[in-house]
């Protein structure tokens, strides 16, 4: 699988929205799912949700916190993080990666096969 590309990201004050991108050139984007994680300073990579390769399931870690929404644009080859109500523990490096399948019930780290280069997000207070 092509290594996908990152953009977006940077520097934003809490109680902002941010949306972050990631493009993946080939033709068979919509074969696979994928996935957006993210690590702060001294901790694991943490999985926030993935995206079956149809777009029609969604699957997030945490429902529970509602901030964050994945979306993809098969026409496009691009999928969207979006993340609301910015909070200053928010700041990570934002990843997102490519599934070995077009969707999972149960999505684990080891099986997503080709990451992109990582985007810092900063909040500020």
């Known amino acids: 699988q092509v290594q996908p590309v990152q953009a977006g990201g940077g520097l934003v004050q809490a109680g902002d929205s941010l949306t972050l991108s990631c493009v993946v050139p080939g033709r068979t984007f919509s074969s696979y799912a994928v996935g957006w994680f993210r690590q702060a300073p001294g901790k694991e990579r943490e999985f926030i949700g993935a995206i079956s390769g149809n777009a029609i399931h969604t699957y997030y870690k945490d429902p529970a916190k509602g901030r964050f929404t994945i979306s993809r644009d098969n026409a496009k080859n691009t999928v969207y993080l979006q993340v609301n109500s910015l909070k200053p523990e928010d700041t990570a490096v934002y990843y997102c990666?490519?599934?070995?399948?077009?969707?999972?019930?149960?999505?684990?780290?080891?099986?997503?096969?080709?990451w992109g280069q990582g985007t810092q997000v900063t909040v500020s207070s």
């Open positions: 990666a490519t599934h070995y399948g077009s969707y999972a019930r149960d999505y684990r780290k080891e099986d997503f096969r080709s």
